[in-house]
């Protein structure tokens, strides 16, 4: 048995815990643009009314885990037409109708 004297304290060893940052897939796409000199029809998200007409998509920003995309869609003259988030799957569709591989 250890006797303490009164002023002294014990403490107990601290352990830290790290956890591994994985890189955000999607980091390579930011800033990339899908250019053509005419219209092409493609869809933002399943279903008919998530279609828009635009001559170039840029990508804006993306999400923590990659997985969603801010795109920002333009007319022929630049005027941007609409900005929305996207998931990459409708991205890389978007790609094959502009005739890019990503």
């Keep these: 048995m250890t006797i303490m004297k009164a002023n ?10 790290t956890k591994t940052v994985k890189a955000n897939p999607s980091a390579a796409l ?4 899908l250019n053509s000199t005419d219209a ?3 869809n933002f998200r399943q279903g008919k009314g998530n279609i828009v007409e635009c001559n170039s998509i ?6 923590a885990t990659g997985r969603r995309l801010v ?9 941007e037409i609409m900005n929305r988030r996207v998931y990459k799957e409708h991205f890389e569709k978007m790609a094959d109708v502009f005739g890019v591989i990503l």
Excluded: R
């Design 8 to 17: 002294q304290i014990q403490t107990a060893a601290k352990t830290v815990a």
């Design 58 to 63: 840029e990508v804006i920003s993306a999400n």
């Design 40 to 42: 092409k029809s493609v």
């Design 71 to 79: 795109l920002s869609f333009k007319d022929a003259q630049g005027k």
């Design 30 to 33: 930011i800033g990339m643009k």
